[in-house]
């Protein structure tokens, strides 16, 4: 309980400082440390403000964007997922109607979307500056915080220090896909 509370107020403290820099018109001093995201709000407006453009709600399910960073050789995001009577596990179980799959406990998991229960969410389509991602990507439930998925890019082709970011998130039962679109810088770890 205590950690939680340190965070909290760490993070809290690291937002106030970013805000007072953004509304001084600096971000030369903005700690290293800081995700794109945190960076990207502290140069708008408040970070409040900003932090719920990152969350979309629709059919009575919420996502929300987070943890994004990128040091050049891994991208890396969270999707948290809220909502009412949603599945317990998050990333969707189920295998597109279109695979090409032969083993039979695979193919009971694939079921057409009209059937499909309503809440997990699909892997996300990611787009860099427009263009579909070709990399490698992981996915699963994030250990550290419930109802939250992680996925981490390697094998990256050389992107650049910075761009638009477009994450593409499906959800099941629902038909329209979620959309995402955040600055990325990348941060350099060893600085």
Not at 31 to 41: G, L, N, Q, R, Y
Not at 116 to 145: A, C, R, T
Not at 158 to 183: A, H, N, R, W, Y
């Amino acid at each position: 309980m205590q950690q939680t509370s340190f965070k909290f107020t760490f993070l809290k403290q690291v937002l106030l400082t970013a805000s007072a820099f953004a509304i001084l018109g600096t971000g030369a001093a903005l700690p290293k440390f800081m995700s794109p995201i945190a960076v990207a709000a502290s140069n708008t407006k408040p970070a409040q403000a900003a932090s719920s453009k990152l969350s979309l709600t629709q059919n009575g399910v919420t996502l929300k964007l987070g943890d994004v960073s990128y040091d050049g050789k891994i991208l890396s995001f969270s999707i948290e997922r809220e909502g009412k009577n949603l599945p317990k596990q998050v990333l969707s179980p189920y295998i597109p109607m279109d695979a090409k799959i032969t083993n039979k406990s695979l193919k009971k998991r694939m079921v057409p979307e009209k059937d499909q229960k309503k809440g997990y969410i699909k892997i996300p389509g990611v787009l860099i500056e427009g263009n579909k991602l070709k990399s490698f990507g992981m996915f699963g439930d994030k250990i550290s915080k419930k109802n939250t998925i992680e996925a981490i890019y390697s094998k990256l082709d050389s992107l650049p220090d910075s761009f638009e970011m477009t994450v593409q998130v499906g959800v099941t039962g629902i038909s329209k896909p979620f959309e995402f679109k955040v600055p990325v810088k990348k941060v350099n770890k060893g600085s």
